[in-house]
Antibody, heavy 124, light 107 residues
């Protein structure tokens, strides 16, 4: 079964950096786009960033643009999120998510598998 | 950005009830809409995609409908394990926005 295992979360001071990793298994990693979604404590889901299967196109939420960088190493089946200039409002659980496609549809149609999440806490 | 508005935000219901949650998009998104269920302390799970396609393994009491800007998730007969928070999401454009969530509680 598809597995996504995040790591790299932790406590960091405002202005600091963290790099999240997501190790994938049991699917053809390089053929699928991947995404990061976050959830602040007690709040709803917020899409953060997506990256196409080949890594050629990346997309970011306005709230993280210029501070976060999504990347992937398909040989290692691993997705990354480099987070710089962290702010208090970046505190959240960060989920690694696989996207799914459907024949006849343009682009992804769902976020079909989610990791268990990794907690990023930004605090002084 | 496309805004998704779910209603209601909170819903109290009993086991066996039929419930419907609606999701309204600020622009036409065709059928690029998915629904997710999230239980406390757990990651979300996919229920429905392309507005009405049931994800493999999801019980048939869940169904989705709608198109354009108006969508609905219906649970035909609530089971104890269905009490959770539900989110809609559009995949028509970036940013991939979610609705604010609907918390379904036991009456």
């Amino acid at each position: 079964d598809v597995q996504l295992l995040e790591s790299g979360g932790g406590l960091v001071q405002p202005g600091g950096s963290l790099r999240l990793s997501c190790e994938a298994s049991d699917f053809d990693f390089g053929s699928y786009g991947m995404t990061w979604v976050r959830q602040a404590p007690g709040k709803g889901l917020e899409w953060v960033s997506s990256l196409t299967g080949g890594g050629g196109a990346a997309y970011y939420a306005d709230s993280v643009k210029g501070r976060f960088t999504i990347s992937r190493d398909n040989s290692k089946k691993t997705l990354y999120l480099q987070m710089d200039s962290l702010r208090l409002e970046d505190t959240a659980i960060y989920y690694c998510v696989k996207v799914d496609y459907m024949s006849g549809w343009f682009g992804p149609v769902a976020f079909d598998y989610w990791g268990q999440g990794t907690l990023v806490a930004v605090s002084s | 950005d496309i805004q998704l508005t779910q209603s209601p935000s909170f819903l109290s219901a009993s086991v066996g009830d039929r419930v419907t949650i609606t999701c309204r998009a600020s622009q036409v998104i065709s059928n690029y809409l998915a629904w997710y269920q999230q239980k406390p302390g757990k990651a979300p799970t996919l229920l429905i995609y392309t507005a009405s396609t049931l994800q493999s393994g999801v019980p048939s009491r869940f169904s989705g409908g709608g198109s354009g800007t108006e969508f609905a998730l219906t649970i035909s007969s609530l089971q104890p394990e269905d009490f959770a928070t539900y989110y809609c999401q559009q995949l028509k454009t970036y940013p991939r926005t979610f609705g604010q969530g609907t918390k379904l509680e036991i009456k």
